[in-house]
């Protein structure tokens, strides 16, 4: 098991966000997490990158528990976060910011080789290195930090909402990038409120409520849930998948 998750608790003070979470991740799998707006779901992920301390449960990776580490201290083991909101530092160029992934590598021959790699497959990027991070466009720079991320080699990338606030052409090239980053064997535990995203971008899924998982299994079999789909997923699934009857149009 790559990243397990058992019995965790999260607080703010005195606001318990995260009240009962378990949850793992396989070698080279994709995994989400799905729910309404204050679930947990971020700070699930904020969790596991070290960023705060859980008050219970437990966080292993590979078998070590990692849940007392400080964030940097995660991030070198292969764990990397890809916030919401992005944290671009939009006064330095494109070039900058990604590289700031590489920060603290000492193979700086083979960081050229994968960032030209990377470049290769985004031409995007490619084409406004020189550019401010400021003044890219929000799927621009939702490519731009997942390339960051990339480029200190994890394991494990954690998404949160990289869907959020992008045009539907964005939302496609970024999820393309995503399901490339897959392909490779970097596993995913992906955070989106657009759950039929996240289920058609994923092997298994959680569903979490109220900072519990309520419900979990294939992505595929949670695509199908007509439960799910009247809480989650909207008429437009349902819609597609030509069984409007399964739907509450109220
Ligand atoms: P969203 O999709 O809206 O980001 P989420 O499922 O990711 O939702 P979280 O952001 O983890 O949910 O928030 C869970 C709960 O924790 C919410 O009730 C939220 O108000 C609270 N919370 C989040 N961040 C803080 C904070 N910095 N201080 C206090 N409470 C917070």
């Known amino acids: ?53 859980p008050k219970a449960g437990q966080i292993r990776w590979r078998g070590q528990p990692i ?11 292969g764990i990397s976060l890809v916030p919401e909101g992005r944290g671009i530092f939009p006064q330095m160029t494109v070039l900058e910011n990604v590289l ?7 193979d700086k021959v083979r960081v ?12 995007r990027l490619q084409d406004r290195l020189e550019q401010k991070a400021g003044t890219l466009s929000g799927g621009e720079q939702q490519m731009m930090v ?21 045009a539907p052409v964005m939302v496609q090239e970024v999820f ?19 759950a039929r995203l996240a289920l058609r971008h994923s092997q298994r899924a959680y569903v979490m409520e109220h900072g519990v998982i309520r419900q979990e299994g294939r992505s595929s079999d949670l695509a199908a849930d ?20 399964l ?3 109220t």
Do not use: F, W
């Open 1 to 53: 098991m790559l990243l397990s998750i058992e019995a965790l608790q999260v607080c703010y003070g005195h606001v318990q966000a995260v009240r009962h979470v378990s949850l793992s991740v396989t070698e080279g799998e994709a995994v989400a997490l799905i729910g309404a707006n204050g679930a947990g779901k971020s700070t699930t992920l904020r969790t596991v990158a070290g960023l705060m301390v």
């Open 67 to 77: 849940h007392a580490m400080e964030a940097h201290r995660v991030h070198r083991l």
């Open 100 to 106: 700031m992934g590489a920060y603290g590598r000492k």
């Open 112 to 123: 050229r080789s994968e960032l030209h790699e990377l470049l290769g497959v985004l031409p």
């Open 146 to 166: 997942i390339a960051r991320a990339l480029m200190g080699q994890p394991r494990l990338l954690l998404l949160d909402e990289p869907s959020m606030g992008l």
């Open 176 to 194: 393309a990038l995503i399901e490339r980053v897959r392909v490779r064997g970097v596993s995913l535990l992906l955070v989106e409120q657009n």
């Open 226 to 245: 007509p439960l799910l789909q009247e809480a989650y997923l909207g008429t437009s699934l349902a819609e597609t998948a030509g069984c409007e009857s």
């Open 247 to 249: 739907v509450s149009k």
